[in-house]
C-alpha cells in the first residue's frame, strides 16, 4: 500500500536518531510521543477495517453520472398507453396477485402523514379476458440527489384486498440529509484526502430533502440542483374484463393500450 513507504523511511529515521541519541533520549517524553503516533498510523489501517462500515464517513453508496440524468423515461406516458414496463429506467417494486371472484371491486385510498389524493397514482387496465385475479404493481423510476442513486430505498404502495375492497396505501416518504465533509487529519495521512470533499461543495452539513413515495416533490430541491431528479411512481393495476371499478378517488383508465377520458 501507498502509505507503507513513508512510514517505514519515518521509522528508520526514528530508530537512527535513538542510535546515535544518548541513553536518555528513550526516557524522554517526546521520544514516546514520537514513538506513540508513529505506532498509531502503523495500526489505524488494521483497526479501520475493523469497525462496522456504517460506522464509516465514507461509506460507499451506489452513484450515476450526470450523463444519466437526462435518460429518465416517461412513466406515466407509457402507463396510459398499458405499457408501464418500457418506460426507459421503470422497475417493479413490488407486484400482488388477488383472486377475486365478485363483478364490482371499491378502491379505497388510505391516507396517513396527512397525504392528499394526487398523492397515489393509480392507472387502471381493463384485460381482455375474465380470469378473476386482480394484478397490481408498484412502478418507479430513479431518484437520485446531488448523484447519489437513493432508487433501493424506495418504498413500494401498500395494497389489501378485504372482500371486494382494494385497499391502497402510499408509500412512506424518505426524508434524505446530505453533508460534505472532509476526513480527520491523522486519517487522511493514512488514506489521503477524501474524494468526497471537492471545493465547491465542501460543508459540514445541508438541507434536507424530502422524498416522497410517488415521487420527489420538485418543490422540496434547491433551485440551482441540476444533480438531482425526481423519480415518478404509480400503482398500475389490471382488472378482469367482467369486473367493474369503484373509487371516490382518481383513477385513470386505460383499455386496449388507449386511455380513457
Known sequence: MAFVIPLLIILFLVILMVKRSSFSLRHNIQFWLTAGYILLLFVSPVLLQMLPVENLADMKMKTVS???????GDLFGKAFEGRPEQSEGAFVLKQWEFPFSGSLINVVMLHKHEQHEEDVNIVAERKDRADGK????????????????????MMPHRITLDGNVLKVEAPECLKVELGMFSREFVVSQILGESEVSTPEHQSTGGSPVIIPGPGLDS??????????????QLLYLRIPADVDVQSKNPITFVEGGVRLE
Open 219 to 232: 418543490g422540496n430541491m434547491s433551485e440551482h440542483d441540476s444533480r438531482t431528479t425526481p423519480g415518478e
Open 66 to 72: 450526470e450523463k444519466d440524468l437526462v435518460n429518465h
Open 134 to 153: 386482480i394484478e397490481a404493481v408498484s412502478y418507479a423510476t430513479k431518484t437520485i440527489v446531488e448523484l447519489f442513486d437513493f432508487s433501493e430505498r
